[in-house]
């Protein structure tokens, strides 16, 4: 009788087990749908965005979204910087950018480049210098802009990108944004001073990301379906790329 109740209860905490790591994933698969991880929605249509052309920010094209809660707090930095350098550009060059509108750039760039390297890896390599694989940038988030210009030049050689982005890296943390792609890190994509994080939000996704590929990367990999996908190291690339980024971003 002593034996049979002490199985039992082995048995009882096996399935209390198995149920809280059931739960423990499903709450965890529920809190941030792989659609929106990966880009694979329509911003546009979704209410926890909002258009940049109906806001006091700066834009250098119409139609780009962010989410609220990281427009509000861009305002409120971009009214800050205004206040103490009125004629120096502080403008929007990009925000959300979904799967589909990557994918262009991802199938355009490998076009171009198919014909003077025959390696998919090296390609692919190339690209992922400034561009992400479709499914895998931050900008997919709707948490990441790219700040006034997308060359490294500008900010380390122009006197007004000089300062502004001093003051980006003095500022912007103050309003819960962290500059993703800093020096000095192992990997991923190179230095850009322009593309700035909203942490709050942007670190859920990374640490959502990042427990699936720990756990389930063919959940991820499986659904990559750009030009290419299949001739390159993919999980390798995304874990890369995907999580070499500032540790004040995590
Ligand atoms: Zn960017």
Partial sequence: MKKRSAKLKKKFKLTQMLTLLLCSTTAMAQTIPLTKLLGQFDEKKDDNFISLDSTVLEVNKKGMYLQKEATQQLIKAYHDFRKSYPNIPFIVVSATRNYMYQNSIWQRKWNALLPKLSDPQKIAKEILQYSSMPGTSRHHWGTDIDITSVSSEYFQYDP???????????????????????????????????????????????????AILEHYPNTITQVLDFIGHDKIELEKLVKEYVLTVNNDCY
């Fill in 160 to 210: 007004k990108g000089i300062i502004l982005y001093k003051w980006l890296q003095e500022n912007m943390p103050k309003y819960g944004f962290c500059q993703a792609f800093n020096e000095g890190r192992k990997g991923g994509y190179q230095p850009e001073e322009w593309h700035w994080s909203y942490k709050p939000i942007a670190s859920q996704y990374i640490a959502e990301y990042k």
